[in-house]
């Protein structure tokens, strides 16, 4: 059992000594303070007022680290939370792990508005919004950006099952990172992943949420993500998804040349297709992390929220998608 509660009072910033509060008990924190745990980190996490007695002190882990060596990712154990429904202004925490979904974050930052105290908030959000404006709110020179390679579900037995992947994508918005953003990549260096840097992050992050965009309007149609992983034909209709959508960033002023991201896309579609499904089969990670979400509202949101805001742009296929004309959207 991995107890993430015990710390000494003593300890502060360093490696395996940093005092982190996951924002949230979902799979995002849950994953990411599970591993900054087995570092030495002592770890919190922040539930609204009234929630800690809806939550199990308890939670099964069923998860690939791919972190880890092929024959040691295969993890099975239980996590201990330590959960909290207060923060008062003058907190002691060294960084705050942000990472709700998109259309929770105007609100999450509010919160931490009057509450960031001296902690790092690092950021761990898709946007389609333009980030910085979402952020206007939080202290500015306490920010760090990034985004998050993991994920799963927690099922019907109070088990987290998912993956955790061996890379987590940081970024800045046209400068270099600043004395907070370093310490935020030394952590995670420190518990073992690698780090994607990238200078232009709102266009990366934008990039990221047409891809899901695509991949969601898809799941429309399939059912599931793992029937548009697993299926060729479903994986090409995705390819096509994606193209239509990728239509949006140039009207948002986005290179798409530059996001190499975007090339399995543009291949011819029957390769793309083989591919995706290729990838699907020989990545364990990647069928944990689908096989194992429970949430598809989640995943659809995107679609609607990308709908809702397309600049303008005809998307007949996505359209056709959303209102069930799925011979269309074949076309």
């Not at 690698?194 to 149609?221: C, K, Y």
């Amino acid at each position: 059992m991995v107890d993430l509660t015990a710390r000494d009072a003593s300890v502060r910033v360093g490696r395996g000594n940093m005092k982190i509060l996951m924002f949230g008990r979902g799979v995002m924190t849950m994953l990411y303070g599970w591993a900054f745990g087995k570092m030495g980190h002592h770890i919190d996490f922040y539930v609204r007022p009234g929630r800690i007695e809806q939550f199990p002190a308890e939670v099964g882990l069923d998860i690939f680290d791919l972190r880890q060596k092929k024959k040691h990712r295969h993890i099975v154990e239980t996590l201990r939370t330590h959960l909290r429904d207060d923060l008062p202004s003058n907190h002691d925490y060294d960084l705050i792990f942000l990472g709700v979904n998109h259309h929770q974050f105007e609100s999450a930052a509010q919160f931490l508005s009057t509450r960031a105290s001296d902690a790092t908030i690092l950021i761990l959000t898709q946007f389609w919004d333009d980030p910085q404006k979402a952020a206007a709110c939080l202290p500015q020179d306490q920010l760090a950006w990034g985004f998050p390679l993991a994920g799963g579900g927690v099922d019907a037995d109070n088990v987290l099952r998912g993956a955790i992947f061996n890379a987590v994508v940081f970024g800045t918005f046209g400068k270099a990172p600043s004395a907070r953003e370093l310490q935020a990549r030394q952590l995670f260096r420190d518990a073992g992943w690698r780090i994607s840097d990238h200078r232009n992050f709102r266009d990366w992050l934008w990039v990221h949420f047409v891809t899901h965009a695509g991949m969601s309007a898809q799941v429309l149609r399939a059912g599931s993500v793992g029937a548009v992983m697993t299926d060729p034909g479903q994986a090409k209709q995705m390819i096509y998804n994606v193209r239509e959508a990728a239509k949006v960033l140039a009207v948002r002023g986005v290179d798409v040349r530059k996001h190499p991201e975007l090339l399995p896309f543009y291949l011819p579609a029957w390769i793309g297709q083989y591919l995706i499904t290729w990838a699907f089969r020989s990545n364990v990670g990647l069928r944990a992390m689908t096989e194992g979400h429970t949430k598809p509202q989640e995943i659809l949101q995107v679609y609607y929220d990308f709908m809702d805001n397309s600049f303008g742009v005809p998307l007949p296929r996505m359209e056709a998608l959303r209102s069930g004309r799925i011979e269309e959207a074949r076309r």
